[in-house]
């Protein structure tokens, strides 16, 4: 019981991430926050949600069958946590070569 509460304490964190990170998307000003909302926020988001995925599967029993499956989406959290930055970093860089302008803050005149 108290695994199936860790689980879903897990994926309902990582949903949470994955909320916020749509959230920077959506109300952030410019190309570059966007980009850093969207890096951390799904990074972060898909590995609690996958390992809560894993967890809950090892909960099924200790089979050899629920061992491996485990271990496959762990291996997938880990192709995440690796390509999901990297992804991101290209992307702002690529805006960066474009000539992509960063907000700037308007002075109010008083």
Do not use: Q
């Not at 946590?81 to 290209?90: D, E, K, S």
Request: hydrophobic share 55%.
């Amino acid at each position: 019981m108290i695994v199936i509460t860790i689980a879903v304490a897990l994926i309902v964190a990582g949903t949470f991430f994955f909320v916020t990170a749509t959230l920077g998307l959506l109300r952030f000003p410019d190309f570059y926050t966007r980009m850093h909302a969207a890096g951390k926020g799904d990074t972060l988001g898909a590995l609690l949600s996958l390992a809560g995925l894993a967890l809950y599967n090892l909960n099924n029993g200790f089979s050899v069958e629920a061992i491996l499956i485990s271990m496959k989406i762990l291996i997938i959290a880990l192709f995440i946590f690796i390509a999901n930055p990297t992804a991101t970093h290209a992307i702002t860089k690529a805006g960066l070569v474009c000539s992509v302008k960063p907000w700037e803050k308007k002075e109010s005149s008083k």
